[in-house]
């Protein structure tokens, strides 16, 4: 394993599962813990399950002979059955969603003892449902070994990109599968990929394998039946995050991530930050300002990481603000693609004063909503969305974000409709106002 994956514990899992021992590990670190993900303003195109993914632990299973359960063909599960496909389900029954075009995918491991070998490709496909199982193959898009390999060699997951855009099957059920049918393990060859996935039991179960039984009969089989003996099963969630949208054009070129943006004012001048979860073909940012929020002029430019999918970092500072000559500024990143198309963040507006405020908007919402809160010093901030019956339906930690007027969003497309309470926790302080989902 690489440095970027250390290992922090081993657990063993009590039961035997399937006559085999699985042990599982936990990755460090997990590039969404903490981070809230995005959705565009206007929900047009979003990646499932990284909200989610905010509260998951990150763990892969090994044989106790070596190799993974999620992931690595040609490993006898049992004396008569080898994995060939790992896949995760996805239902996005209720919302606009229409079409898929990529995603992400987070491996633990990715090698081989033949050098050779990192020029097999792993296919990433999508499949409808069939019964509460993967059906027909919708389409498909390949990365190497090698690839994958240089992904978790950086600490990266790992992008794959659909020639053309899918549409979502009409049940609004799908799967992304990872193929790895063509690998081999035996001697002093082995290949081998392993799935990140959900620590066991903390999610309902759905990932899923295609299995070669007795070298005469293939078919899909959910983990927690396979994997299963009397006293446990195997439930988990992969760590696969496709990319959706609700118009054909929408994600045609994959989003900047962006999951927040802020700053505060100290002696006279501006401190801007902003962060990416991923970023694909990005230019960079122009950094513009207003005086009143409706006319804004570029005051800088920052250059940006290209393509990425772990987190990146943005400062800048505006040492000229003092010639605005007004109480409140406003700002905006305009993200610039390198083949020139653009695209652009809320607007954040700073008072020159730092007078303590926060709001919440739009409300009512019907995608994604935005809190903007003043923070007098860095602070951890949590953001619970809480339903009339006092139950939680979100729980999203936004993690340490710095001094200064911060902006954060809230994903509520998995919520029905009706009024709730959101909950703003920092350090200092508590906030809560009502929202209405719409």
Request: proline residues 3%; neutral net charge; contains cysteine.
């Amino acid at each position: 394993m690489t440095k970027a994956f250390t290992l922090l514990t081993l657990l063993f899992i009590a039961a035997t599962l399937k006559a085999q021992h699985v042990d599982l590990k936990q990755v460090i670190p997990n590039p969404y813990k903490g981070i809230s993900g995005y959705s565009s303003p206007d929900g047009g195109c979003d990646t499932l399950n990284i909200y989610d993914a905010t509260n998951w632990a990150a763990y892969y299973y090994e044989y106790r002979g070596g190799g993974s359960v999620l992931g690595t063909n040609n490993l006898t599960a049992t004396k008569q059955a080898t994995i060939l496909q790992t896949a995760n389900k996805f239902d996005v029954s209720g919302s606009d969603y229409n079409f898929i075009t990529g995603g992400l995918v987070y491996f633990a491991a990715a090698n081989t003892d033949v050098p050779a070998n990192l020029n097999k490709n792993i296919v990433f496909k999508i499949f409808d449902d069939a019964n509460g199982k993967p059906g027909t193959l919708l389409g498909s898009a390949t990365r190497t070994l090698g690839e994958i390999h240089q992904d978790v060699l950086a600490g990266n997951l790992t992008e794959f990109k659909l020639a053309t855009a899918l549409k979502v099957p009409l049940s609004k059920k799908f799967y992304i599968s990872i193929d790895n049918s063509n690998f081999s393990w035996r001697f002093t060859n082995h290949d081998s990929i392993a799935i990140v996935a959900t620590d066991n039991h903390a999610t309902p179960n759905n990932a899923f394998q295609y299995i070669n039984f007795d070298s005469t009969s293939k078919k899909w089989d959910a983990v927690n039946d396979f994997w299963r003996n009397s006293e446990d099963s195997l439930d988990v969630t992969l760590f696969a995050f496709p990319y959706v949208s609700d118009a054909l054009d929408n994600c045609t070129i994959l989003p900047v991530s962006m999951f927040n943006f802020g700053g505060f004012v100290k002696d006279n001048d501006v401190y801007l930050n902003w962060s990416t979860a991923s970023e694909s073909n990005n230019k960079g940012f122009y950094v513009e300002r207003s005086k009143d929020g409706r006319s804004f002029s570029s005051v800088g430019f920052v250059n940006g990481a290209g393509n990425s999918s772990q987190t990146k970092n943005y400062t800048y500072t505006d040492h000229t603000v003092k010639e605005m000559n007004v109480t409140t500024t406003y700002y905006r990143l305009k993200q610039v693609d390198l083949d020139g198309k653009s695209s652009y963040s809320n607007v954040l507006s700073l008072n020159l004063k730092n007078v303590l405020q926060w709001r919440l908007y739009p409300n009512p919402v019907k995608d994604v909503a935005t809190v903007e809160l003043n923070l007098t010093a860095a602070s951890k901030v949590n953001v619970q969305v809480i339903s009339r019956d006092g139950k939680v339906m979100i729980n999203s930690d936004k993690g340490i974000l710095s001094q200064g007027t911060q902006q954060v969003f809230i994903n509520t497309q998995g919520l029905a409709k009706g009024a709730y309470i959101v909950k703003i926790k920092t350090d200092a302080s508590t906030y809560t106002t009502p929202i209405i989902k719409d």
